[in-house]
């Protein structure tokens, strides 16, 4: 591959997005199709450690089987396929206050009052106008300064419904939850994916996030008002290729 095409390489990449762009000119943000989460380019399964697997023997005039964790059957997802409505309620608040001041002075200083009668003759002779008793003479100082301030505030509140894509060895669920709205022209994307025990979902077949683990959750979209929003791909073309 030539120069001329790998200079041209992100510009064809970024008019792909273009080219989607302008077939959508006078439409609204075209939606993704409902399919199977397991099924898109992005899925893998998860992989996780495990305990051993514990061989449960069947007893003899009993209802209950080592290992349940309910004696009653319940409406909670439990199986690949089952829904759960997972609950995304975050509100962080951070202020950060930073001072620093550092101040060092230091003086030295180094004579010879006596050396063998020399200080007297030898040494003034040898550095005119030297007095033998202030040789050398020096001082320094420094000085630092710092100050930082930051202060945050988030705050999401959101609710959908996701599907459990897999049961691990553990008995854990993977859970992915996905939903697109489109309102006036703006298409907006939400996504939850995590891990998940069957003790923490509750009576009503809801889940918190803060329940979930290696949760993933994102929250965006796209339409007129992102593209306005956004800087133009050439730009940030430049921010990434230029070092200034």
């Known amino acids: 591959m030539n120069r001329a095409a790998l200079l041209l390489l992100p510009t064809l990449l970024a ?23 397991t099924q898109e380019a992005g899925y893998r399964p998860l992989s996780l450690p495990m305990p051993a697997i514990q061989h449960q023997e069947p007893q003899a005039n009993a ?15 439990a199986n690949v396929g089952d829904l759960l409505t997972v609950l995304v309620s975050v509100k962080d608040s951070a202020v950060l206050q930073n001072e620093t001041n550092a101040n060092r ?34 001082n320094g100082g420094t000085g630092n300064k710092g100050t930082g301030d930051m202060k945050r505030n988030e705050t999401i509140q959101l609710r959908l419904a996701g599907i459990v894509t897999q049961v691990l060895p553990n008995g854990n669920l993977v859970v992915a939850a996905r939903q697109e709205m489109r309102v006036n022209g703006e298409l907006r994307d939400l996504q939850v994916s995590g891990v998940i ?7 009503d077949n809801t889940v918190l996030h803060d329940r979930m683990a290696e949760a993933r959750i994102a929250y965006g979209g796209r ?13 940030q073309l430049m921010d990434i290729v230029l070092p200034f």
């Open 105 to 138: 002075t230091s003086t030295q200083s180094f004579g010879l009052p006596s050396f063998f009668g020399l200080e007297t003759a030898a040494i003034p002779h040898m550095l005119a106008g030297a007095t033998a008793a202030t040789l050398l003479a020096g």
């Open 15 to 37: 008019g792909c997005g273009s080219l989607t762009r302008l077939s959508e000119i006078g439409q609204p943000p075209a939606m993704t199709p409902v399919g199977d989460p």
């Open 63 to 77: 209802l209950w089987r080592n290992g349940s964790r309910a004696f009653f059957k319940d409406q909670r997802a």
């Open 223 to 235: 339409g007129q008002l992102m593209d306005v929003q956004s800087p133009r791909w050439g730009q």
């Open 197 to 203: 025990r069957p003790q923490d979902i509750s009576s």
